[in-house]
C-alpha cells in the first residue's frame, strides 16, 4: 500500500513512520489504546467523538527487529507498551499482540476475493424482477483497511445495525437513515453511525472505533470469510486499537475515548407513555387520568410533533391546547413529566422568529452557491440548522427556554438524521465544521449528534440539572449528551426479536440509555404481542411505549384485563427495580459498561452466548429470557456457569446447561445469579411519589458484595460529593454486612433486608 517504510522518528507518544509514499502516525495513548492516523484529508484528527486529550503516560519501547529475527523474512519495529505490541512493517501492516505474545489482529496480506462475483449483466436480469442485488464485492474505497479475521472471530458492536448480535458474515453501512420501511435484516444502516466494533477471538479481543464521519462501510467476512475491512469515501483512516484482557476492559477503553454517559435523572428511568396522534389538550389529560386509573405507575408523557402550531419547532398550538403552562403544571402535581419532541427543521415561513432570527445570523445550511438551502419535513419547505457552528448551538440552546418556562422536562430529538422529504440532501449542501466550512458527505452522520449536543449543553445551563434528551440519529460519543431509542420499528414479532441483539448492540457500542417503541411504532400490535414487549422493554432503560398515527392505539388498557394487568405487573417489576437500574447508570457513567448486556459480555469463553439472541443480561446478576414467539408458553433456556435461581418461583438451577422452562403468557422468565443483592424500591406510581422511600434489599442465596448508590436524582451535587455510597456483602446463612463508602447525602430512614431462599 505505502511501500517500503523508509525509517520512523518519536516525538513524545508519538510515533512518525515515513513510508516511501506516506507518512503515518502510531500515538500511543494508554498501555491500551493505539491510535493509527493516515492523513489523507486533514493533518490533525478533528474528532466529533473524542474531547481533549486521551494521552496517558505510558511507557513504551520502540526496537528495531532485523530480518533474521523478523517473522516475514524482513525486519520490522516492534513497540511494546506493558500491556500489547504492535509490529510495524514494510506496505503499513500492522499486527497488534497481547502482553503474552498472541497475535491479536493482523493486517491482511493477500489479494482481496470476494466469494461471489457475478457479471453486470447477470446483476441486470435479475435487477428486472426488482430483485435489490448488490453481491459483486465492490468494496475498495477510496479509505480502507484490510484485516485478517480468524476462523473462531465473532464481531459485536456498530451500534444500532439490524440483524443479530454476532456481525460475522454481515456487511454495514454508516449512513444516518430514516427508512419507514419495516427494518430488516438486511438493512445496511439504520439512523445511528458508530464505527465501533469488538473482535472477540477463541484467544483473546480487541476493539477498533473508526473514527471518520463519512459514509462508512464495514465487512465483516462477507465478501471472503478469511478477511474483515472497514472504509469510506473520504477522511482520514484514522482508527483506534483497543486492547485489553475481557470484553468489559474493551468497552471501558472505548467509552475511555469516546465518553461515558452521565447520570441520568432518576425519573427518565420509569415508565413513559406517548403517540403520535395525542394532539389536544383534552387528549393529554384523557390519557394521564386513564394511566392513574388503570394503575399504570408512569412519569413522562411525551409530546409529539402535534403540540405545535403547524409543526413549527419553539411554538405551542393555542387553538388545541388552551394553557400548556398549566397542563404541565397539573401534570407535575400527578408526578407526570412532559418531554417534547423537537425536530431540527425549522419551517420557511416569513415572520416566524425561529426561522428569520436563523437567517438573519446565517445559521442555516446553504447551497455552495451561498443560497439557504431548503429541503422538505414535518412543516413543509424547512431549513437545517447548522449545528456544527459552535454560535448555532449556542442560539438553539437558549430558545430551549421556551420549554423550560412552560415547565418541559425533557426533550426528544427527533429527524436528526437529518430526514428530508424531497429527496436526500446532495453532499455538497455547505455545513460547518466548528471553524471551517464543511459539507454535507462530512457532517452527515453527526448531525443529529451535534444537535443532541446543543440541546444537552443549552438545558443544562438553563435549568442546572441533568438534561433528559433523547435522539433518534446518533455518532460515536453521543452518549455523552443523549439517549436514544431505536426509531420506527414496527408491531411484529421479528422486531421484538431484534429488539435484543439491538440493544445490546448498542450497549457494547457505549450508548446504554436505549430502548425501542414499545408494542411496535408502525403496525398494529396484537394483544400477546403488546403483552410480551413489555416483559423486553421493563428492562430497557429507556422504557417507553410509542405508535404511529395511523395505527391502532396501544396504551396498555386497550387490550382486556388480562393484559392490563400484565402489563401493570411489569411496570410494578421495573418500578421495584428502580435502585438497582439507577445503580446501573452509575456503573455505566464510571465504567462504561451498559446495562442491558449479551450474555457474552460476562461469559466470553462459553462458547454457547456467543450467538445468544435472545436472552440478555441486565447487570451482572439478572438474566432475562422473554418469550419472543408467539404462542409460546414454554422456551428453551440457556444458563452460563454458576447457580442460578428463577426470580418467580426461586428454584435453583445448575449453569452451564439448557432448560426448558415454563412462561405461561403473565411470565417472563427471569434468573438471578447466586449471591447477588438487588436493591428494590416500595411501590410507587411515580419515581419520588414517596419522598426518601426506604431500601429493600433482595439478598439471594451464596456468598456477593454489591455497591449501591445513592443521591438526590437530580442535579450534578453528587459531582461534588453530595451522595452516599454502600457496599453490602452477603456472607452467606442471612448475614449481610452493610458499610458506607462514602457519606454526602440523606441517609435513607430504613435498610430492609429480604433473605431469599432458594428452591
Ligand atoms: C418519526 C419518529 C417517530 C415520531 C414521528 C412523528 O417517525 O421516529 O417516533 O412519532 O416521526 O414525529
Redesign the pocket.
Known amino acids: 500500500m505505502f511501500g517500503k517504510l523508509l525509517n520512523h522518528t518519536q516525538k513524545g507518544q508519538v510515533v512518525t513512520l515515513h513510508y516511501e509514499k506516506q507518512t503515518v502516525y502510531l500515538h500511543v495513548l494508554t498501555d491500551r489504546i493505539i491510535n493509527v492516523f493516515v492523513p489523507f484529508y486533514t493533518k490533525e484528527h478533528r474528532s466529533k467523538a473524542i474531547d481533549g486529550s486521551k494521552e496517558q503516560e505510558v511507557s513504551f519501547t520502540l526496537q528495531e527487529m532485523t530480518p533474521s529475527e523478523g517473522t516475514s523474512g524482513s525486519g520490522y519495529i516492534m513497540l511494546t507498551t506493558p500491556s500489547l505490541s504492535c509490529r510495524i512493517h514494510d506496505d503499513f501492516k500492522l499486527d497488534f499482540y497481547g502482553k503474552d505474545g498472541t497475535l491479536l489482529c493482523a493486517d491482511y496480506r493477500g489479494s482481496r476475493s470476494p466469494r461471489f462475483i457475478l457479471s453486470e449483466s447477470a446483476l441486470e436480469l435479475i435487477r428486472q424482477e426488482g430483485h435489490d442485488v448488490n453481491m459483486a464485492g465492490s468494496t475498495d474505497y477510496p479509505v480502507q483497511c484490510v484485516k485478517v479475521l480468524d476462523k473462531e472471530d465473532c464481531i459485536y458492536g456498530l451500534g444500532d445495525k439490524t440483524g443479530v448480535l454476532n456481525k460475522r458474515h454481515y456487511e454495514y453501512e454508516n449512513w444516518n437513515s430514516?427508512i419507514?420501511d419495516p427494518h430488516e435484516d438486511s438493512f445496511k444502516s439504520l439512523?445511528k453511525s458508530i464505527p465501533f466494533f469488538i473482535t472477540l477471538k477463541q484467544k483473546g479481543v480487541y476493539g477498533i472505533f473508526y473514527d471518520n464521519t463519512f459514509k462508512s462501510y464495514f465487512n465483516f467476512g462477507k465478501e471472503n470469510d478469511g478477511y474483515y475491512s472497514f472504509g469510506s469515501d473520504s477522511g482520514n483512516l484514522d482508527y483506534y486499537f483497543i486492547g485489553g484482557n475481557t470484553m468489559p476492559d474493551i468497552v471501558a477503553g472505548y467509552t475511555y475515548l469516546t465518553g461515558r454517559m452521565p447520570l441520568p435523572q432518576k425519573w427518565t428511568l420509569g415508565y413513559h407513555q406517548?403517540?403520535?396522534?395525542y394532539d389536544s389538550e383534552e387528549t393529554f389529560r384523557d390519557i394521564a387520568g386513564k394511566l392513574k386509573s388503570s394503575r399504570i405507575p408512569c412519569d413522562a408523557i411525551h409530546f409529539?410533533?402535534?403540540y405545535m402550531e403547524r409543526y413549527k419547532v419553539f411554538t405551542w398550538d393555542t387553538t388545541r391546547f388552551a394553557d400548556a403552562k398549566t397542563l404541565l403544571s397539573d401534570f407535575k402535581k400527578q408526578g407526570i413529566k412532559a418531554v417534547t419532541?423537537i425536530?431540527p427543521g425549522v419551517k420557511v415561513e416569513k415572520d416566524y422568529p425561529m426561522y428569520e432570527e436563523g437567517i438573519a445570523a446565517d445559521y442555516y445550511a446553504k447551497t455552495p452557491d451561498g443560497e439557504t438551502y431548503v429541503n422538505a419535513v414535518?412543516p413543509g419547505d424547512a431549513v437545517y440548522p447548522d449545528f456544527g457552528n459552535p454560535a448555532v448551538r449556542k442560539w438553539w440552546g437558549e430558545h430551549l427556554r421556551f420549554y423550560t418556562e412552560l415547565g418541559v422536562a425533557g426533550v426528544?430529538n427527533?429527524?436528526n438524521e437529518p430526514?428530508s422529504f424531497n429527496g436526500p440532501l446532495p453532499d455538497d449542501v455547505v455545513f460547518t465544521d466548528e471553524d471551517r466550512p464543511s459539507s454535507h458527505a462530512e457532517i452527515h452522520n453527526v448531525y443529529g449528534h451535534n444537535m443532541a449536543k446543543a440541546t444537552y449543553e443549552g438545558w443544562k445551563n438553563l435549568t442546572g440539572k441533568r438534561p433528559f434528551v433523547i435522539t433518534?440519529a446518533c455518532y460515536s460519543g453521543s452518549q455523552k449528551y443523549a439517549t436514544a431509542?431505536t426509531?420506527?420499528n414496527q408491531s411484529l414479532w421479528t422486531h421484538l426479536r431484534m429488539a435484543i441483539p439491538q440493544q445490546c448492540n448498542l450497549g457494547l457500542s457505549g450508548m446504554p440509555f436505549i430502548g425501542t417503541?414499545i408494542g411496535g411504532?408502525g403496525a398494529d400490535t396484537t394483544p400477546e404481542l403488546m403483552a410480551r414487549w413489555v416483559q423486553v422493554g421493563c428492562f430497557s432503560p429507556l422504557f417507553r411505549n410509542?405508535?404511529?398515527?395511523g395505527c391502532m392505539n396501544q396504551e396498555p388498557w386497550l387490550f382486556g384485563e388480562e393484559v392490563l394487568s400484565i402489563y401493570r405487573r411489569y411496570v410494578e417489576l421495573r418500578y421495584s427495580l428502580l435502585p438497582y437500574f439507577y445503580d446501573l447508570c452509575r456503573v455505566c457513567e464510571q465504567t462504561g459498561l451498559p446495562v442491558i448486556r449479551p450474555l457474552v459480555l460476562h461469559y466470553e469463553d462459553d462458547t454457547n452466548v456467543r450467538n445468544m439472541n435472545d436472552e440478555f443480561l441486565v447487570g451482572e446478576s439478572l438474566l432475562v429470557a422473554p418469550v419472543v414467539e408467539q404462542g409460546a408458553t414454554k422456551r428453551l433456556v440457556y444458563l452460563p456457569k454458576g447457580i442460578w435461581y428463577d426470580y418467580w418461583t426461586h428454584r435453583e438451577y445448575q449453569g452451564g446447561q439448557y432448560y426448558i422452562v415454563d412462561a405461561p403468557l403473565d411470565v417472563c422468565p427471569i434468573f438471578v445469579k447466586a449471591g447477588a443483592i438487588i436493591p428494590k424500591a416500595p411501590a410507587q406510581m411515580y419515581t419520588d411519589e414517596i419522598s426518601n422511600p426506604e431500601l429493600i434489599l433482595d439478598v439471594w442465596p451464596g456468598d456477593g458484595s454489591y455497591v449501591h448508590y445513592q443521591d438526590n436524582g437530580e442535579d450534578f451535587a453528587y459531582r461534588d460529593g453530595a451522595y452516599n455510597e454502600y457496599l453490602f456483602e452477603n456472607k452467606g446463612s442471612n448475614n449481610l454486612d452493610i458499610r458506607k463508602l462514602h457519606e454526602g447525602y440523606t441517609d435513607y430512614p430504613e435498610i430492609k433486608v429480604n433473605y431469599i431462599p432458594g428452591i
Open positions: 430514516d419507514p439512523y406517548s403517540r403520535w396522534g409529539d410533533i402535534d419532541i425536530d414535518w426528544w427527533d429527524m430526514a433518534r431509542w426509531g420506527d417503541d411504532f410509542h405508535c404511529a398515527k
